[in-house]
Structure formats: C-alpha cells, structure tokens
C-alpha cells in the first residue's frame, strides 16, 4: 500500500505487505530528514534518520528514500506487522547558528491482520 | 525508570486561568524542548534549552514562558489560556543542542482549555 501524503492521512495495509509512506518537504536547504512513529497516547519515537547527501538509507526493515529533486521523502516499511500501526511523520532539519526542524503532516498507518 | 516524565498527564482548565506543566529527564541530557501537537497531529517545536540557556524560541504568543531550574527539568508556564491553546504538549530531551535524532521525548500533556 501507498499514501499520497496529505490526500490519504489513512494507510491500510495486509499484515505482511510493505507500506510506503510519504512526506513532501518544503526547504531545499535542509541538512537531514527524521521519520518517527507515533503510537496513541504516546510521544514521538526515532525510526531513522537521513543526511541530504544520501538519498537512500536502510534500517531494520525499514528503508527511507530522499528525493532532493522533488523534495520528497518516502519511509518504506518491509512486512509490515500489527505493532506497526501508529502515525508516523518526517521531520526535516535545517542546521547552522539556528536549528530548525520543522514537521510533516503524519499519516496513520492501519495494519490489518 | 522514566526518561523524560510529564505532570499532569491531563489538565482541564477555564479560558483566562494561567496553568503550568512540568518536565523532568533522568538521562543527564543538557538539553531540553518543549512541543506543541494539535488536534490533526501536527507537531510544533516551542522551545529549547541547553545548558539552562534558551536556543531556540519560535513564534510562541508571550503568554507561554518556559522555565528551566536546572537542566533536568523544563516548566512551561501558559498564562490567560485561550481555547486555541488546547492540544497535547510534549517535553523532550537530548544530549546537545539540535540533536533531533537522539531525542527522547516524555509521554505528552493533554491540555483542554474550556
């Protein structure tokens, strides 16, 4: 399954699919892209990071790609699995004398077992 | 065992009462930040502490003060609250300043202003 950021807020996938959520940033000048998740009732959790250099990097069957031409950035999550299910959202930073991150719209990802 | 710990969990307030939330790290870390999330889940960065010093200060109404006694803790003050001011709050802590990929962050307070 795929979302189209923030025209499907909602991503619905089969326990075992891959899940592909995007993020469309703003500020071409950002140094490095966060994605966390976001389960309910809890705060905000590290999944992985990106430098602008790169435009893929791997995790634990996850895998963030970066588009610097389109400015986009997609989290890829392999098989995916029930403790999955949260909101997840990009952030993208912008390093110097002035830190500034600044995040994107979540979408909620719903796994169905 | 808590990293980074919130009180209250929950606040319901009147329009016009000025309220306070607390923040508290146990993990040594110099820098602190408070986050702001609305009702669609968008998350807004506040403030941020190092050091007891504040580095970052985006565009906040001067109604929300934040106060660090020390660096394992980050008080956030909201005076004359208005309805606008609910959503959940979230504190968060870092070892350096900036370092949004090693942050932890404390599990929110839902504040409701009626």
């Known amino acids: 399954g795929e979302s189209v950021g923030l025209h499907l807020p909602t991503l619905s996938v089969q326990e075992g699919d891959n899940s592909i959520i995007n993020c469309a940033y703003s500020?071409?000048?950002?140094?490095?892209f966060i994605w966390y998740k976001q389960e309910s009732g809890k705060g905000p959790q590290f999944i992985i990071d990106i430098r602008s250099n790169m435009d893929k990097r791997q995790g634990q069957r996850v895998t963030v790609l970066l588009n610097k031409t389109v400015k986009h950035l997609s989290l890829q999550i392999a098989a995916t699995q029930p403790g999955d299910s949260a909101v997840y959202f990009c952030?993208?930073?912008?390093?110097?004398?002035?830190?500034?991150?600044?995040f994107g719209t979540g979408t909620k990802l719903q796994v169905i077992p | 065992d808590t990293a980074v710990s919130q009180t209250p969990k929950y606040l319901v307030t009147q329009m016009g009462n000025d309220k306070s939330i607390k923040c508290e790290q146990n993990l040594g870390h110099d820098t602190m930040y408070w986050y702001k999330q609305d009702s669609k889940k968008f998350l807004k960065i506040m403030f941020s502490?190092?050091?007891?010093?504040?580095?970052i200060n985006e565009t906040v109404p001067n109604r929300f003060s934040p106060k660090s006694p020390d660096k394992a803790h980050l008080n956030l003050h909201i005076n004359s609250l208005e309805l606008g001011d609910s959503a959940v709050y979230f504190c968060?802590?870092?070892?350096?300043?900036?370092?949004?990929?090693?942050?932890?962050f404390g599990p929110g307070t839902r504040l409701t202003v009626t």
């Open positions: 952030a993208e930073i912008l390093s110097g004398g002035y830190q500034k991150v600044t």
């Open positions: 968060a802590s870092s070892q350096g300043a900036g370092r949004f990929s090693e942050q932890y």
């Open positions: 502490y190092n050091n007891k010093e504040l580095i």
């Open positions: 500020n071409s000048a950002s140094d490095y």
